[in-house]
């Protein structure tokens, strides 16, 4: 069973930086992560992409994050990054990771992280 772990979360005042990680464990060989990213989930919302990355390092990012957010990834570790500057109230959520993994037989399967949580305030 892949397995997602997250860290980096945190309370920062609004306009600071946080640094989101994550890492996949428990691939079977021959597994490829075709893709990772982030999403985020506020209180009473939907939960929306932020960011994600392929494996050949081309990135999506959502609009609201765009030139404020960088996601960015280390294929041999299995792990990806969401480096967040000038935070804002409105990005205040739980943030999970996501990855997309192929496997030989089942296609592609998703999995996630159990979640942390930013907070943007005074």
């Known amino acids: 069973q892949v397995e997602l772990v997250e860290s980096g979360g945190g309370l920062v005042r609004p306009g600071g930086s946080l640094r989101l990680s994550c890492t996949a464990s428990?691939?079977?060989?021959?597994?490829?992560?075709?893709?990772m990213g982030w999403y985020r989930q506020a209180p009473g919302k939907q939960r929306e992409l932020v960011a994600t990355?392929?494996?050949?390092?081309?990135?999506n990012y959502v609009d609201s994050v765009k030139g404020r957010f960088t996601i960015s990834n280390d294929n041999a570790k299995n792990s990806v990054f969401l480096q967040m500057a000038s935070l804002k109230a409105e990005d205040t959520a739980v943030y999970y990771c996501?990855?997309?993994?192929?496997?030989w037989g089942f296609g592609n399967m998703d999995y996630w992280g159990q979640g942390t949580q930013v907070t943007v305030s005074s």
């Open positions: 990355i392929t494996s050949g390092d081309h990135t």
């Open positions: 996501h990855a997309s993994v192929f496997r």
């Open positions: 428990g691939t079977f060989a021959g597994d490829s992560i075709t893709a």
